[in-house]
């Protein structure tokens, strides 16, 4: 069976390989969906945070021993406090300023990240090993698939769905949702409102850094693996809806494999079709698929 | 009285002579190079901050000075945009009187600087850009292409692994126009050896993920599978075929265009086997490792065959300074094209007519990583290419400068 004169497995392998991409996405989406939720911020560093949680998980295993499993616990853990440092000291500031001072903020301090690791590793990258268990092809019967890329795609679905539920289901993600709603009400019920602002943007930033984590046997480890991603993430970000859970990660999915199918089809557009996309959703529903109009 | 007259006249004819040398001398009393190269994005660590180096060492052992003159040195990130190149080299043209424009990675760039170089007369001397088209159908008068070309890498690799029995190919092509003159210099070269093209897929410039394009590459059932991109995306291009097995599989990956520093941060047991084709390598003969150890010691790397070749082609630049006394863009380069050229990196270096250095190039191999033996221990070379052999034939150039007789 054939479509549009490429066969069948071709295209359901692509398809395959889109929805690994779109896990980054929605992985990436995800944490920025959150934090844009709470705290106004549109956090343009989030690309800087995926490097660095690459970059963590390659310094312990070159420097510290410590192997790719407890980097993927590690690595986000650090670089989430990193973020949390960062909330506190600079953008804590700005919650009362426009949200152009927010991204302006993020967008420079990413620069900056990225340019250090330039001047310190240069931008080839370094080599992450696949680990041990999960090196070699799985056979999908349409094609074979490297076990690590399965792996990808599984704890990236997993990981979004446990946030969803927390965020959706429990009394976490209710203060969270009520802060988001009206924090000086919330802060009037007796919750630390602003200890709950660093910490969601600290586990946001923790999601980048475990993207990054994922990302690392996959890609070279370099400075600028961030930002090429960063600008396809904040696309999808307006498609789904700024700052909706579910929004992001649906669309996340759905947008790596509608890319995944653009290389197939029509390749020298593959990093265009997103924007498409955007610009269409932006005319015909300005909130994004899953936004909500205010 | 009529010999005072001869004599009188003699002096003024000496006198003026003398005037219009002065004039033709080094302008602005300083000799400036403009270094115009990418030094923070994909191919900063082939060319970037060390080929800055390498000219800082050029300048170093020529003592600062060429004809008696200071030499200067600029440089600017052209950020791998035709653009910014073009603005940059005018305004160093116009403003800073920049006398030579170096490095210039990225085809893009370096044809839009030549562009400029048309109308301004300053010399460019072309190291980190690969297409063909410098010397061929775009070629002009004060252009210097030094280290390497799209058609000198699609005869080195090409044939070679065409001979090796790899007679079906499909291309992954950086979608820009470097990328596009490989894969079509490639092209021919293995039609010509009897292979086939089965198939092609432009991919971004520069994308990240690329086993998608590896997918489509492996569907093809094509025997060899051309990469017809540089720096990270070859990089990226080799880990994605090594994760999906596509040497496993019975295809063979033909980098062509690979640089020291792409093997490097790959690491062996990554790239080991690959084929490809060089201008430099830093391992060659005692003259080439004494070069590359004082590159070394001022950067912690070894260097790539762009920035080794920007050192080169800055002597050979100054030499020709030193010897007309002038800093006039068409009158150094011309006796640039008629000095020979050898040093550490050039073997039986000549410039032609048309611009394009011709030199001994290397088919190598890379080492497995029990055969390496040292940091940095690479290549094997397989075969010294001749110069003549490896470069397009002045018989089949489209260059305007060609005189055919």
């Not at chain 1, 009206?182 to 600290?202: D, E, H, S």
């Not at chain 1, 494999?257 to 269409?280: D, H, L, Q, Y």
């Amino acid at each position: 069976m054939d479509l549009f004169n490429i066969p069948l497995p071709a295209i359901l392998s692509q398809l395959v390989v889109g929805l690994i991409n779109g896990s980054f996405y929605a992985l990436l989406s995800l944490g920025l969906a959150i934090i844009f939720g709470l705290l106004n911020i549109i956090n343009f560093a989030h690309g800087a945070q995926y490097m660095l949680g690459a970059f963590a998980a390659w310094f312990g295993l070159q420097y510290l021993g410590i192997n790719y499993w407890v980097a993927l616990l590690v690595a986000p853990l650090a670089v989430g406090a990193f973020g949390m440092l960062l909330e506190r000291t600079m953008l804590s500031r700005l919650y009362r300023e426009d949200h152009l001072y927010g991204l302006l903020l993020t967008f420079g301090l990413a620069l900056i990240i990225e340019g250090l690791f330039v001047q310190g590793f240069g931008v080839s990258g370094n080599p992450y090993a696949t680990p041990e268990a999960l090196r070699g092809p799985v056979n999908l019967g349409f094609m074979m698939l490297p076990k690590y890329r399965l792996w990808v795609i599984v704890v990236s679905v997993v990981v979004c769905i446990a946030c969803w539920l927390v965020i959706e289901r429990t009394k976490l993600g209710a203060y969270l949702r009520a802060g988001t709603e009206n924090p000086r009400l919330l802060q009037a019920f007796g919750v630390n409102v602003p200890l709950m602002i660093t910490l969601t943007y600290g586990f946001g930033v923790a999601l980048a850094a475990l993207a990054g984590v994922l990302a690392a046997p996959i890609f070279q480890v370099s400075p600028k693996m961030g930002s090429d991603l960063i600008i396809v993430v904040f696309a999808v970000v307006v498609i789904g809806g700024m700052g909706s859970i579910l929004g992001s990660i649906v669309t996340g999915l759905g947008l790596g494999v509608i890319e995944g199918a653009t290389k197939v089809v029509w390749p020298e557009a593959s990093n265009t079709v997103i924007f498409v996309i955007m610009a269409i959703v932006l005319l015909v529903r300005p909130a994004g698929l899953f936004g909500k109009e205010k | 009285m009529h010999f005072a007259r001869t004599l009188a006249a003699t002096a003024v004819t000496v006198a003026l002579t003398a005037g219009a040398a002065a004039h033709a001398a080094i302008s602005d009393d300083a000799v400036k190079i403009g270094i115009l190269t990418d030094l923070s994005g994909t191919y900063s660590d082939l060319a970037g901050p060390g080929v800055v180096v390498a000219a800082e060492m050029a300048i170093a052992d020529v003592g600062g000075k060429v004809a008696g003159k200071p030499v200067v040195l600029l440089k600017a990130d052209h950020q791998n945009k035709a653009d910014i190149a073009a603005n940059k080299a005018r305004e160093w043209g116009d403003v800073e009187k920049v006398d030579a424009y170096v490095d210039l990675v990225t085809t893009s760039t370096a044809l839009a600087v030549m562009e400029i170089a048309k109308q301004n007369q300053k010399v460019v001397l072309i190291s980190g850009a690969g297409s063909s088209r410098i010397t061929n159908e775009d070629c002009n008068p004060t252009t210097v292409h030094w280290t390497y070309d799209t058609y000198a890498l699609a005869k080195g690799t090409g044939s070679a692994v065409v001979k090796e029995g790899g007679k079906t190919w499909f291309f992954l092509t950086a979608d820009y126009a470097f990328g596009q003159n490989l894969q079509k210099d490639v092209a021919a070269v293995v039609e010509a050896n009897g292979g086939k093209v089965l198939g092609a897929v432009k991919h971004p410039f520069p994308a990240s993920d690329f086993s998608s394009f590896i997918l489509q590459a492996q569907a093809s059932g094509a025997q060899v599978i051309g990469l017809a991109n540089a720096g990270s995306d070859t990089t990226n291009a080799i880990k994605a075929a090594n994760e999906f097995g596509v040497v496993q599989g019975g295809q063979k990956l033909a980098g062509l265009l690979v640089f020291i520093s792409d093997v490097h941060s790959l690491g062996l047991p990554v790239a080991q086997g690959l084929t490809l084709t060089t201008g430099f390598y830093w391992d060659y003969d005692d003259k080439t490792r004494e070069w590359s150890k004082r590159f070394f010691d001022k950067t912690g790397k070894m260097p790539t065959m762009v920035q080794a070749g920007v050192y080169s082609s800055l002597m050979h630049y100054f030499k020709a300074i030193e010897a007309t006394g002038s800093d006039d863009g068409p009158t150094v380069v011309k006796k640039m094209k008629e000095t020979p050229v050898e040093d550490f990196f050039a073997r039986n270096g000549k410039i032609r007519e048309d611009g394009r250095m011709v030199h001994d190039m290397y088919l190598a191999e890379v080492k497995k990583p029990a055969e390496s033996k040292a940091p940095w221990d690479y290549y094997k070379i397989l075969r010294v290419i001749p110069g003549d052999e490896a470069y397009l034939p002045l018989a089949e150039s489209k260059c305007p400068l060609v005189k055919k007789s």
